[in-house]
């Protein structure tokens, strides 16, 4: 009995032990999977669409932009006269492999992944008279799907163009893909022509699609596999058309694949050509319209059928709700497959949730809708209306096994990493009441893309926020906490936006050092500056990490000579101002309009005044910057902007006097020249005549009172305008601005009013690294001289652009004031000023050793720097 008895005791504590492991391992496993979905999973998996700064087709529910080469055109083709140019011609002038082509497909191809290949890739192709074109996408993981690699195929070279790592500068093959005299031979471009344009804005003009002649000539099939085999022997496995294009490197199978693809395109274009040639022609005379003999007939039909692909435009599919079509079609999918039952409208309601839901999500996340929740699993959620986490991922899992017909012992699947990471959302969407779709479109809107939301934003997805077109999205308030999107919000995601485009994406200071031949420290500097001395054999490589140079010649001076201290000091790659670590900027304590004026010896290679700082303490420091450039506009009488502007031609000897300013009137404002001129060229013949003649009263104040052209309109249209805008203005209207700028005056200010310096200038944001070589600014501007007549009225006339990034005019007198009446010391000390005014503004914790207000700047440059007076002289007489 009494074994027995034990025998049961440790059965018992056998049972419980058990069970105790098992709920510790289910435990475990909720509180993992809690960890896992408590952020979204983007903040740790790496996407290259991420990376991308140029993103033309975001994932709002705003229409597409396309490229606008004519400001008057509404939604028509860009290149809509060049095509239909080419759809005129009857006879196609091409030979496409001129019996020339390497069948074995050797092994040399050229990978374009940088900006100096694309454009050399570019020029190759401009003297090209054919290429052929393909295009591998990827859908999968991404709402639109991107181009992930074009083959490009000469007659002579295979070049595969890496779209993900050149995404941002593709447009550099735009002007040859629409270029009329070129003819791209594509296979089946209906897809491939609206890509080009959705990613890139290319627009592909004179095509030749080897899949429309297949048509033309009734071939049995019409795919690039039969063609491949049939004209050139080589078969070609198409799965690899599904395999993830976006995968660096490329596997030897998949380059293989890509090459073929355009390599053998233009032979079997010529084989085509020759058919259709041969080809009789069946109509009758009366059908045959063009006129045309059977020879040229059917080449012709080819030609207007391709290029009529050219006038497709890409356009987003837009909805009125979020996935109200998916929605349609899969409950009448299902009741044609169950028919009606008793809980229908439970059904309906929650597939219409659920597609709201996954077509919000796959938008916020740059996926596409079948990655994020297929349509049966969104079936099988509505009928199941499962409570828990675990149930979820069943029902999600089994439904997507079902699809794949595998069998019941397969072990079921995960879902996505979008359901994965947002679980939490479910028992809302399945269990709660909620009123309408709009709630559901608010709550994640809210929850997500918040100002506290999960789940970062992307170019891809910012726009959901501010270019949101749906009936849904008019009324952003939720009526459970009154929660709406107020200004705030589009401040905190514009402010996340920015830190992740323009901060810098790698460290600035390596630390690397530099030494003298004696053994003393120089300085220290980034890679770039030793990988220079070392290629020149100037220095010798003494230790590799951190890397540090031994000079091979006696260096000009040392810093601690000349009391620069701070150069021989390691820098931290962190804000100067709060110690951020995560993201900062370059900010140029001395502002930009100042310096670019200054002697070459007194700011080439200084780093000293250029600092790393957050984007919070760049808005502080800007904004103390522009209150003491007024100040000093006070102190030196010297205004900051130009308030009015006449045209220097127009009047010869307006170089000093106010009575030669007089003469050409009040003068005029480059804002109400600039909106008057705009408006005369687009609008002129349509107004009234006499508010016609007020604007051009205002034009004629810049040109002296004479009467004016067309062309006078033009070049008044430039004044004012930033580089940006002018680049802007000569793609759509083909205005040579070289020839027309240098006759103008540009203000100071620029169209909507503000300061010449934004808030995060990009010159400042892309200064070269430790600025220890020179600094990235405009091209060197000579500035005109300013006027001022006795009603304080400050009038421009020049034969040069002035700048528009730092008040150009005004920098420069004060700069020329300074070395007229102080000398380099009267410089060193207004430097001195504005280094005092930065300590002011953001009270820095974290400034490099060595940084001082009191920085003298002194240095001389040795014999082998570019910036030597007598290098310069060298230099300059050998161009």
Same mark, same amino acid.
């Given at each position: 009995?009494?074994?027995?008895?034990?025998?049961?005791?440790?059965?018992?504590?056998?049972?419980?032990?058990?069970?105790?492991?098992?709920?510790?391992?289910?435990?475990?496993?909720?509180?993992?999977?809690?960890?896992?979905?408590?952020?979204?999973?983007?903040?740790?998996?790496?996407?290259?669409?991420?990376?991308?700064?140029?993103?033309?087709?975001?994932?709002?529910?705003?229409?597409?932009?396309?490229?606008?080469?004519?400001?008057?055109?509404?939604?028509?083709?860009?290149?809509?006269?060049?095509?239909?140019?080419?759809?005129?011609?009857?006879?196609?002038?091409?030979?496409?492999?001129?019996?020339?082509?390497?069948?074995?497909?050797?092994?040399?191809?050229?990978?374009?992944?940088?900006?100096?290949?694309?454009?050399?890739?570019?020029?190759?192709?401009?003297?090209?008279?054919?290429?052929?074109?393909?295009?591998?996408?990827?859908?999968?993981?991404?709402?639109?799907?991107?181009?992930?690699?074009?083959?490009?195929?000469?007659?002579?070279?295979?070049?595969?163009?890496?779209?993900?790592?050149?995404?941002?500068?593709?447009?550099?093959?735009?002007?040859?893909?629409?270029?009329?005299?070129?003819?791209?031979?594509?296979?089946?471009?209906?897809?491939?022509?609206?890509?080009?344009?959705?990613?890139?804005?290319?627009?592909?003009?004179?095509?030749?699609?080897?899949?429309?002649?297949?048509?033309?000539?009734?071939?049995?099939?019409?795919?690039?596999?039969?063609?491949?085999?049939?004209?050139?022997?080589?078969?070609?496995?198409?799965?690899?058309?599904?395999?993830?294009?976006?995968?660096?490197?490329?596997?030897? /199978?998949?380059?293989?694949?890509?090459?073929?693809?355009?390599?053998?395109?233009?032979?079997?274009?010529? $084989?085509?050509?020759?058919?259709?040639?041969?080809?009789?022609?069946?109509?009758?005379?009366?059908?045959?319209?063009?006129?045309? /003999?059977?020879?040229?007939?059917?080449?012709?039909?080819?030609?207007?059928?391709?290029?009529?692909?050219?006038?497709?435009?890409?356009?987003?599919?837009?909805?009125?709700?979020?996935?109200?079509?998916?929605?349609?079609?899969?409950?009448?999918?299902?009741?044609?497959?169950?028919?009606?039952?008793?809980?229908?409208?439970?059904?309906?309601?929650?597939?219409?949730?659920?597609? $709201?839901?996954?077509?919000?999500?796959?938008?916020?996340?740059?996926?596409?809708?079948?990655?994020?929740?297929?349509?049966?699993?969104?079936?099988?959620?509505?009928?199941?209306?499962?409570?828990?986490?675990?149930?979820?991922?069943?029902?999600?899992?089994?439904?997507?096994?079902?699809?794949?017909?595998?069998?019941?012992?397969?072990?079921?699947?995960?879902?996505?990493?979008?359901?994965?990471?947002?679980?939490?959302?479910?028992?809302?969407?399945?269990?709660?009441?909620?009123?309408?779709?709009?709630?559901?479109?608010?709550?994640?809107?809210?929850?997500?893309?918040?100002?506290?939301?999960?789940?970062?934003?992307?170019?891809?997805?910012?726009?959901?926020?501010?270019?949101?077109?749906?009936?849904?999205?008019?009324?952003?308030?939720?009526?459970?906490?009154?929660?709406?999107?107020?200004?705030?919000?589009?401040?905190?995601?514009?402010?996340?936006?920015?830190?992740?485009?323009?901060?810098?994406?790698?460290?600035?200071? =390596?630390?690397?050092?530099?030494?003298?031949?004696?053994?003393?420290?120089?300085?220290? $500097?980034?890679?770039?500056?030793?990988?220079?001395?070392?290629?020149?054999?100037?220095?010798?490589?003494?230790?590799?990490?951190?890397?540090?140079?031994?000079?091979?010649?006696?260096?000009?001076?040392?810093?601690?000579?000349?009391?620069?201290?701070?150069?021989?000091?390691?820098?931290?790659?962190?804000?100067?101002?709060?110690?951020?670590?995560?993201?900062?900027?370059?900010?140029?304590?001395?502002?930009?309009?100042?310096?670019?004026?200054?002697?070459?010896?007194?700011?080439?290679?200084?780093? =000293?005044?250029?600092?790393?700082?957050?984007?919070?303490?760049?808005?502080?420091?800007?904004?103390?910057?522009?209150?003491?450039?007024?100040?000093?506009?006070?102190?030196?009488?010297?205004?900051?902007?130009? =308030?009015?502007?006449?045209?220097?031609?127009?009047?010869?000897?307006?170089?000093?006097?106010?009575?030669?300013?007089?003469?050409?009137?009040?003068?005029?404002?480059?804002?109400?020249?600039?909106?008057?001129?705009?408006?005369?060229?687009?609008?002129?013949?349509?107004?009234?005549?006499?508010?016609?003649?007020?604007?051009?009263?205002?034009?004629?104040?810049?040109?002296?009172?004479?009467?004016?052209?067309?062309?006078?309109?033009?070049?008044?249209?430039?004044?004012?305008?930033?580089?940006?805008?002018?680049?802007?203005?000569?793609?759509?209207?083909?205005?040579?601005?070289?020839?027309?700028?240098?006759?103008?005056?540009?203000?100071?200010?620029?169209?909507?009013?503000?300061?010449?310096?934004?808030?995060?200038?990009?010159?400042?944001?892309?200064?070269?690294?430790?600025?220890?070589?020179?600094?990235?600014?405009?091209?060197?501007?000579?500035?005109?001289?300013?006027?001022?007549?006795?009603?304080?009225?400050?009038?421009?006339?020049?034969?040069?652009?002035?700048?528009?990034?730092?008040?150009?005019?005004?920098?420069?007198?004060?700069?020329?004031?300074?070395?007229?009446?102080?000398?380099?010391?009267?410089?060193?000390?207004?430097?001195?000023?504005?280094?005092?005014?930065?300590?002011?503004?953001?009270?820095?914790?974290?400034?490099?050793?060595?940084?001082?207000?009191? =920085?003298?700047?002194?240095?001389?440059?040795?014999?082998?720097?570019?910036?030597?007076?007598?290098?310069?002289?060298?230099?300059?007489?050998?161009?």
């Amino acid at each position: 009995m009494k074994s027995k008895f034990n025998l049961k005791i440790a059965f018992t504590i056998s049972c419980l032990a058990v069970v105790s492991i098992l709920l510790a391992n289910k435990f475990r496993k909720q509180r993992k999977r809690k960890q896992n979905i408590s952020s979204c999973y983007l903040k740790s998996e790496e996407k290259p669409q991420q990376n991308f700064k140029r993103v033309l087709a975001n994932n709002s529910y705003a229409p597409f932009k396309h490229l606008k080469l004519d400001e008057n055109s509404s939604n028509l083709h860009p290149y809509e006269s060049q095509i239909k140019a080419v759809l005129e011609k009857s006879k196609l002038e091409y030979e496409f492999s001129c019996g020339n082509m390497d069948m074995s497909m050797r092994d040399m191809y050229v990978w374009v992944d940088d900006e100096s290949k694309l454009k050399g890739l570019a020029e190759v192709l401009s003297k090209e008279r054919v290429f052929a074109v393909d295009t591998e996408q990827h859908s999968l993981r991404s709402f639109l799907g991107f181009t992930a690699l074009i083959q490009i195929s000469t007659r002579d070279e295979d070049y595969l163009v890496d779209t993900i790592a050149v995404h941002d500068i593709m447009g550099i093959l735009g002007p040859v893909f629409a270029n009329p005299d070129i003819c791209k031979v594509f296979h089946g471009a209906d897809n491939d022509v609206i890509w080009l344009q959705r990613d890139f804005h290319i627009y592909v003009v004179n095509l030749f699609d080897t899949a429309k002649a297949c048509d033309v000539l009734s071939k049995p099939q019409r795919s690039l596999a039969y063609l491949l085999e049939t004209y050139c022997g080589v078969t070609t496995n198409k799965l690899y058309q599904r395999e993830d294009w976006r995968q660096r490197p490329l596997s030897v /199978d998949m380059v293989e694949y890509a090459r073929m693809d355009a390599h053998y395109l233009l032979y079997i274009a010529d $084989c085509l050509v020759s058919e259709l040639k041969n080809q009789k022609n069946g109509n009758s005379a009366s059908e045959n319209s063009a006129g045309l /003999d059977d020879k040229l007939y059917f080449v012709s039909e080819v030609n207007r059928r391709s290029n009529a692909l050219c006038l497709q435009l890409f356009t987003k599919d837009l909805e009125a709700s979020p996935g109200q079509s998916a929605a349609s079609s899969i409950i009448s999918r299902h009741l044609n497959d169950h028919g009606n039952s008793t809980n229908n409208s439970q059904f309906q309601d929650l597939v219409r949730r659920l597609c $709201c839901w996954r077509d919000l999500m796959a938008r916020m996340h740059d996926e596409s809708l079948k990655y994020v929740l297929s349509d049966n699993a969104i079936v099988s959620l509505a009928e199941n209306v499962p409570s828990t986490p675990t149930d979820i991922c069943t029902t999600i899992s089994q439904a997507d096994i079902d699809i794949d017909l595998l069998n019941s012992n397969s072990t079921p699947r995960f879902p996505s990493s979008v359901v994965l990471s947002h679980l939490d959302d479910f028992p809302y969407l399945l269990q709660n009441e909620i009123n309408s779709l709009d709630d559901i479109f608010q709550l994640i809107l809210k929850k997500h893309l918040g100002p506290n939301g999960s789940c970062p934003f992307s170019l891809y997805n910012y726009s959901l926020l501010s270019k949101t077109n749906i009936k849904s999205s008019k009324r952003l308030a939720s009526k459970e906490n009154g929660y709406k999107f107020s200004k705030q919000v589009a401040r905190k995601a514009s402010r996340a936006l920015f830190v992740q485009k323009f901060s810098c994406k790698s460290p600035v200071y =390596h630390n690397c050092r530099i030494y003298a031949n004696d053994g003393r420290l120089l300085c220290y $500097c980034d890679r770039r500056k030793l990988e220079w001395y070392l290629q020149r054999d100037l220095a010798k490589l003494v230790d590799e990490d951190p890397p540090a140079i031994m000079l091979l010649f006696e260096p000009k001076g040392r810093p601690e000579d000349e009391g620069n201290d701070f150069y021989i000091q390691s820098k931290k790659n962190i804000c100067v101002g709060c110690g951020e670590g995560n993201h900062y900027l370059r900010y140029r304590i001395i502002p930009s309009c100042y310096r670019i004026h200054f002697p070459e010896h007194l700011k080439s290679h200084r780093s =000293h005044d250029i600092v790393l700082v957050c984007v919070d303490c760049h808005e502080k420091a800007h904004s103390s910057a522009e209150r003491y450039k007024k100040k000093v506009a006070l102190e030196f009488g010297i205004p900051l902007f130009v =308030h009015k502007v006449v045209n220097s031609n127009e009047e010869q000897d307006v170089s000093g006097s106010s009575t030669s300013v007089m003469k050409l009137g009040d003068g005029v404002s480059p804002l109400e020249l600039r909106t008057a001129a705009m408006a005369l060229i687009r609008h002129g013949p349509r107004m009234p005549p006499q508010r016609r003649e007020e604007l051009e009263q205002v034009v004629r104040k810049y040109y002296g009172g004479r009467d004016i052209s067309e062309e006078d309109l033009e070049k008044a249209l430039l004044v004012g305008m930033s580089p940006h805008e002018k680049r802007r203005l000569r793609k759509k209207r083909g205005i040579s601005l070289s020839n027309t700028s240098s006759k103008n005056i540009v203000s100071d200010k620029d169209i909507n009013g503000n300061n010449g310096d934004s808030a995060f200038n990009k010159n400042e944001i892309y200064e070269s690294e430790n600025n220890s070589t020179s600094d990235i600014m405009e091209p060197s501007e000579a500035d005109g001289p300013v006027h001022t007549n006795s009603d304080r009225a400050v009038f421009a006339t020049c034969s040069s652009k002035l700048s528009l990034l730092g008040h150009g005019p005004h920098g420069k007198q004060v700069v020329d004031y300074l070395l007229k009446n102080h000398g380099e010391s009267g410089i060193q000390e207004f430097c001195q000023r504005w280094r005092q005014v930065f300590v002011e503004s953001i009270n820095p914790r974290f400034l490099p050793g060595g940084w001082d207000v009191t =920085h003298s700047g002194r240095r001389e440059f040795g014999d082998f720097s570019v910036y030597n007076p007598a290098n310069k002289v060298v230099a300059a007489a050998e161009d």
